[in-house]
């Protein structure tokens, strides 16, 4: 189980969100809400343990996830809106980077099939910087199909992708939560999933 306590954003002298509370419990997921500037992002930041909160505690399993970063790490799988793909490699070599990266590792079949599964066939070996917005979005999202991640934290997921990848993404999804995994993710578009909780900032 995720359990947030007393969480508080700021950025310069805004606060973005404060005394933020909220639990996931496996297989469950929940909706980051707001308008653009809320701090939807942040948050998912911060519980990600890429930032640092003004105060409150993110725990998991009850333990602070700053104590055990090697073991939270290990369970969490976080999609970031601004995903981080090097211009000069090509699909396959940026999914091996990156799994590698986490200390987990993937069978050349296993990522071509990843990738010809969101739609990339023919352009697993084409440099990132010529693939589209919505080409490099799947590409980010085939590591679902690759690396393990009890809690998937996911900033806009369905952000240029076609109804046929949308369509996979949502799958992928239910598919997490019904084999016990748990799901954060924000979406300006209406999320295609059934039951799930939302929090608004």
């Not at 998912?44 to 602070?64: D, F």
């Not at 601004?82 to 980077?97: D, I, T, V, Y």
């Not at 996911?154 to 240029?160: G, H, K, S, V, W």
């Amino acid at each position: 189980m995720l359990s947030v306590t007393q969480l508080t954003c700021q950025r310069g002298e805004r606060v973005l969100f404060q005394d933020l509370h909220f639990e996931l419990p496996d297989a469950h997921w929940l909706q980051i809400a707001g308008a653009n500037g809320a701090g939807k992002t942040s948050l998912l930041r911060i519980l990600a343990g890429l930032t640092e909160p003004v105060q409150g505690t993110v725990l998991w399993n009850g333990v602070e996830i700053r104590t055990e970063r090697s073991l939270w790490h290990r369970d969490l799988l976080y999609v970031g809106h601004q995903g981080a793909l090097k211009e000069e490699l090509n699909p396959e070599e940026n999914l091996f980077f990156s799994l590698g990266l986490e200390g987990f590792g993937a069978s050349p079949t296993a990522v071509r099939a990843a990738l010809q599964q969101f739609g990339l066939q023919g352009r697993e070996h084409l440099p990132v910087r010529y693939l589209s917005a919505g080409q490099r979005r799947r590409v980010l999202l085939s590591r679902l199909l690759l690396r393990p991640g009890r809690l998937w934290i996911l900033d806009e997921p369905f952000t240029a992708l076609d109804v046929h990848a949308s369509q996979l993404m949502t799958q992928q999804i239910q598919h997490h939560l019904h084999q016990g995994g748990s799901a954060i993710l924000t979406s300006h578009q209406p999320i295609p999933l059934s039951g799930g909780s939302c929090l608004t900032l």
